[in-house]
C-alpha cells in the first residue's frame, strides 16, 4: 500500500514558477514508478509526466521544455518544477504510483493516487 500527499500548489502569474511535491509513504517507493496528472474544471484528467525508478523521464509535449520531474527516493518524494506557467496550465494536480516497469501514460495504469493540489495560474 501506498500513500501520496501532494504540496506545493497555490495562485501564481503566467511566466512564474511552482514547485509541487509529493510525498510517499511505504519502503517499497523507489520501485514505482511516478506520474503526474492534471484536471482543468470540466476536462479529463490528463496525463503530464512521468518518471522511473532509475530517472528517466518523460513528458507531454504541452509541457515538454517547461516541467521536469525529479525524484529523490531517500526522501520518499517526487517533484514536479512547473516554469513558463501558463493560464491553461491552471487545473488540480496529482501525483499517482504505478507498479508497471516501464513508463505509462494512462491513468488506470497507475495504482495510487494523490487527493490533488490545486493550480491556478493568473494572466
Known amino acids: 500500500q501506498v500513500q501520496l500527499v501532494e504540496s506545493g500548489g497555490g495562485l501564481v502569474q503566467a511566466g512564474g514558477s511552482l514547485r509541487l511535491s509529493c510525498a510517499a509513504s511505504?519502503?517499497?517507493?523507489?520501485?514505482?514508478?511516478m506520474g503526474w496528472f492534471r484536471q482543468a474544471p470540466g476536462k479529463e484528467r490528463e496525463f503530464v509526466g512521468a518518471?522511473?525508478?532509475?530517472?528517466?523521464?518523460y513528458y507531454a509535449d504541452s509541457v515538454k521544455g517547461r516541467f521536469t520531474i525529479s525524484r529523490d527516493n531517500a526522501k520518499n518524494t517526487v517533484y514536479l518544477q512547473m516554469n513558463s506557467l501558463k493560464p491553461e496550465d491552471t487545473a488540480v494536480y496529482y501525483c499517482?504510483?504505478?507498479?508497471?516497469?516501464?513508463?505509462?501514460?494512462?491513468?488506470?495504469?497507475?495504482?495510487?493516487w494523490g487527493q490533488g493540489t490545486q493550480v491556478t495560474v493568473s494572466s
Open positions: 511505504g519502503r517499497t517507493f523507489s520501485r514505482y514508478a
Open positions: 518518471i522511473r525508478w532509475n530517472g528517466n523521464t
Open positions: 499517482a504510483a504505478s507498479s508497471r516497469p516501464v513508463i505509462v501514460t494512462r491513468s488506470y495504469e497507475y495504482d495510487y
